[in-house]
């Protein structure tokens, strides 16, 4: 069988992956009490991400590029903050930062949002890492710096 076959039928995988962002997210009882291992520590909730396809990304990108018209010309760009905050609601399964129960609890209309309210500045940059490694986006941008 040529490899023409295996391109035009490929393997359908979904990647997926569970990843602890932070200590604060912690397993609760009914009453609200933290849930802990055998060792009595603490049990965190692990966030659930998934990896883009390059069509979901293209449609990112689309959403995130901004038009100005500065001296009769027309400019385009990508706003990389928009961005950066649709690649993680876009690949985080869990929590799932479109529900209208985290953009109440969050006091935000845009689930753009959420993350921003929810997450300090490290753990978004732990969370935004481990979806471009599972997207394999550092590759990408290594790849690219190397013709450079």
Sequence with gaps: MSTLYSFLHPVKTTVEKEVI????????????????????KIIPV??????LSQEENDTLIKKSTKVEVKNGQRLEY?????YS??????????????????CDAYGVVSPLLVPVKMLNVGEYNRLAAEIQALSNIDAEQDGEAEKN
Excluded: C, W, Y
């Design 78 to 82: 990508l706003d990389a903050t928009d």
């Design 21 to 40: 962002i932070s200590d604060r997210f912690v397993q609760m009882d009914e009453k609200g009490n933290p849930i802990l291992d055998e060792n009595g």
């Design 85 to 102: 905050h649709r690649i993680v609601v876009a690949s985080t399964i869990e929590p799932d930062f479109s529900s209208k129960e985290m």
């Design 46 to 51: 692990p966030f659930k991400i998934r990896a």
